[in-house]
């Protein structure tokens, strides 16, 4: 089964389709990213945040794929944030991986309380990439007004922004100001799992997967709803990353080739946004969250 590679900025390419680890346990990290791996994902992206990466680097070594066919990527955290700091951090994430270079690394939150921390980080990770030590730089959760002023104080256009995008929320001005920046978006929560997201007007809770208009266009090609909604991220030129531990779906989720949205059936699914965020502002400080330490290797 193949599944489509994209060209960052900077010439590197990755595999459209990722394998996310949010809300992973360590415990359970091992077996799932072996797993993923069998399936056939190639890019497997965690966060010092996590807590998991020692154990994803461990299911890499102990699979029969070798690190050099795996894009890597991982995330620094806020209480990280500065450039001898990040510098430090970078030695933390690949102790933890068990490797030398990483294929991705992205600063976790804008973190607008402390932006000038965030400029000096990202300038850290420009060192690590003229360095070697990783093959592309980015961010994630910068909505268009953080990436501007990013874009102002640093050299390397950011590879990669990371943000939550799904049916029920597809950020269009932070699509289009990436786009305009040669900036690959790439979505967590891609199929809205990993968070639920309020009704209007109540209480009830309401989810992609049952969806009637993606249930309906599900129907019609024999797929499930998630890998309806998958494809519609790798054909609108984005790169996913989908999270399951459970087997089964793992493997739904990498088998989609073979199937062809129509423009009028993407449309339709662009018109299911809500504008309602499920995961936390970015634009909002949260000093007390910041601050979670991130362990030594």
Known sequence: MTIPTLTLNNGVT????????????????????????????????????????????????????PRGDVFLETKVWVSDYGY?????????????????????????????????????????????????????????????????????????????NQVELHPYFTQPAVQAADARHGVLTQAWSPIG???????????????????????????????TPAQVMLRWHLQQGRSAIPKSVTPSRIAENFDVAGFDLTDAELASIDALDTGVRGGPDPEVARPEFFARAIPEA
């Open 193 to 223: 799992g990993i968070t639920s997201y309020p009704g209007w007007g109540d209480d009830t809770r309401r989810s992609t997967l049952e969806d009637p208009t993606i249930a309906e266009i599900a129907s019609a090609h024999d797929r």
């Open 84 to 160: 001898d700091q990040t510098l430090h951090a970078f030695e933390k994430a690949t102790a933890k991986l068990g490797v030398e270079q990483l294929d991705l690394l992205i600063l976790h939150q804008p973190a607008p309380d402390r932006f000038d921390s965030t400029v000096a980080a990202y300038r850290a990770l420009e060192t690590l990439l003229a360095d070697g030590r990783v093959r592309a730089i980015g961010v994630s959760n910068f909505m268009p007004q953080q990436l501007e002023a990013l874009l102002e104080q640093v050299e390397v256009v950011p590879a990669v």
């Open 14 to 65: 990755l595999p459209a389709l990722g394998y996310g680890v949010f809300q992973t346990p360590p415990d359970e990290t091992v077996a799932a990213v072996r797993t993923a791996l069998e399936v056939g994902y190639r890019h497997i992206d965690t966060a010092a945040a996590y807590g998991n990466e020692r154990e994803v680097g461990r299911a890499i070594r102990e699979s029969d794929v």
